[in-house]
């Protein structure tokens, strides 16, 4: 199966696979979403945690204004509705890492209701995605089984702590775009500061929500809104990288088809991916589902946000990706390919316009895009830990643009200042790395090649692609620092071309 074919060949004709993702994302906030224990990657076991995340008797939730803000700011940036009026539900049932016996969570009245995304694909195409809902929950604790052979130990430190849950509608069809699609959500996210993203830490991951129909039923599920049409789905849970999310996407596609070409049915169930045998697994079926018994909390008021503070929020909000991209394109004269990879983290994108100011644009995007990005990466940082001044960048660009050195010269010179050597005026100084465009010394190696090389110089009458060979010749003599358009100039002349 191809990654981007919306169908799939099976030994009994087309099928289509459907998908809708639910992208579980942590609020960026000190504190918890219900109490005024600290959030944060890193400290020992249980040492964040108030009596409230511990489910001690009599103790009441008190929520996080702050959090509110961050998922209606999330919200704003989706294009979606902000609900004035949300309430938080109570969903039971009883686990260890969870002390109180019920999670706190929006099941009837979210935060955030409809909203749209728009997407990238690969091949620089544009797909929507439509979001159902966001909504607010706090997290579980985490439990851990492998540091005794018969005892399981109890983590609360993520318990309580802020999450967003962002649904989206069934509209991803393919395993690329169900990555693309996390991409932009996350970068969104970063944006607006919201989440930092990290998915290492699990700050960020997706319940991938799987099934597969014969081809053309999506279209007829997308005339009438009948599910009917689509596929029993199988729900992923916890997927934490995009490279995990395709596979697990291709394996679960293949597993429904071979069943139900094999006459069997898909019956609806929570399954986990392992990465390493590179399959999915039943974790429990939805037919086994407890009732959750959900209700409104008795201990918090439904939540009503005034008009004038989401207005105040949306003021707020910073330049978002699609708007940044657009913008480049207009003022800067990029391809919507270079927009798109400069915006795809924030700290590149304002990093690019620091040094274009002036500048030839699309050359200092090569730049910043190719080698800057590339040693980052070799380095293992991102643009946010880059120790190279945007202004260097800007300088090198202008000593090419003003023939001071060729763009062969300006890797060496690169090379130079990633390094440390100062700025790359000061390496092209130190080095003696000036082009030479004086026409004089040009024409005194021109005419020395020549003289040694007749036979060469007279079979180019004939082969004019044989002038390569003399441009290589001068260029060596030069040192590599003959200007190349006078090479080809003065070459041109004296060959009769």
Same mark, same amino acid.
């Given at each position: ?5 919306? /169908?799939? $060949? ?20 000190? #504190? $918890? ?48 509705? !902000? ?90 069809? /393919? ?46 599920? $997308? ?25 697990? !996407? ?22 986990? *991916?392992?990465? /390493? ?33 989401? #207005? ?24 919507? *390919? ?86 790359? #005026? ?36 004939? $082969?004019?692609?044989? !002038? ?9 003599? /030069? ?19």
């Amino acid at each position: 199966m191809s990654d981007n074919t919306k /169908t799939i $060949k099976g030994r009994t004709g087309d099928w289509e696979i459907v998908m809708g993702l639910e992208i579980h994302a942590q609020v960026a906030s000190k #504190a $918890k979403l219900f109490s005024g224990a600290a959030v944060g990657f890193g400290a020992g076991p249980n040492e964040q945690v108030s009596l409230v995340d511990a489910g001690f008797p009599g103790m009441l939730p008190t929520l996080n204004k702050h959090c509110v803000e961050q998922a209606v700011k999330t919200g704003l940036g989706l294009r979606a509705k !902000i609900n004035k009026r949300s309430q938080f539900d109570r969903k039971n049932y009883f686990y260890p890492d969870l002390p109180t016996g019920y999670q706190i969570s929006q099941l009837y009245y979210p935060i955030v209701g409809e909203g749209v995304v728009e997407v990238e694909a690969e091949d620089g195409s544009f797909f929507n995605v439509g979001i159902e809902r966001l909504h607010l929950e706090q997290d579980a604790g985490k439990l851990i089984h492998d540091l005794s052979p018969t005892e399981s130990y109890v983590d609360l430190n993520r318990a309580g702590t802020a999450l967003m849950e962002i649904v989206s509608r069934p509209d991803l069809r /393919t395993p690329d775009e169900a990555v693309a699609y996390v991409k932009k959500i996350r970068t969104i996210l970063i944006y607006l500061g919201t989440c930092d993203g990290d998915m290492e830490k699990g700050n960020l991951r997706a319940d991938v929500n799987v099934s597969v129909c014969r081809a053309g039923n999506y279209d007829k599920f $997308k005339e009438t809104g009948e599910f009917g049409y689509l596929g029993t789905r199988c729900e992923i849970k916890n997927v934490n990288s995009f490279r995990f999310i395709s596979q697990a !996407i291709q394996y679960e596609a293949r597993r429904q088809i071979e069943i139900l070409e094999d006459g069997g049915s898909i019956t609806q169930e929570t399954r986990l *991916y392992d990465p /390493t045998a590179g399959e999915t697994r039943s974790m429990r079926s939805k037919e086994e589902a407890q009732d959750y018994r959900y209700f409104p909390d008795p201990d918090l008021l439904p939540l009503d946000l005034e008009e004038a503070w989401i #207005a105040e929020i949306k003021a707020s909000l910073p330049e978002l990706p699609d708007d940044k991209r657009k913008r480049l394109m207009a003022d800067y004269g990029l391809s919507q *390919y270079d927009a798109i990879v400069l915006i795809s983290e924030q700290a590149k994108a304002d990093y690019f316009e620091a040094a274009a100011k002036g500048r030839d644009a699309k050359l200092v995007s090569n730049w910043v895009t190719n080698e800057v990005s590339a040693r980052l990466a070799a380095e293992g940082k991102d643009f946010s830990q880059n120790p190279l001044p945007a202004a260097h960048v800007a300088q090198l660009v202008e000593l090419i643009e003003t023939n001071v050195i060729s763009s062969k010269i300006a890797k060496e010179v690169f090379d130079h200042v990633w390094n440390g050597e100062g700025s790359p #005026a000061e390496v092209v100084e130190k080095h003696g790395l000036k082009q030479v465009t004086d026409t004089g010394a040009i024409e005194t190696a021109v005419d020395e090649i020549i003289a040694a090389n007749p036979d060469k110089a007279a079979a180019v009458a004939d $082969k004019p692609q044989a !002038i390569g060979w003399f441009v290589g010749q001068v260029m060596k003599a /030069t040192g590599g620092k003959a200007n190349p358009g006078a090479v080809n100039d003065i070459l041109k002349a004296k060959l009769g071309l």
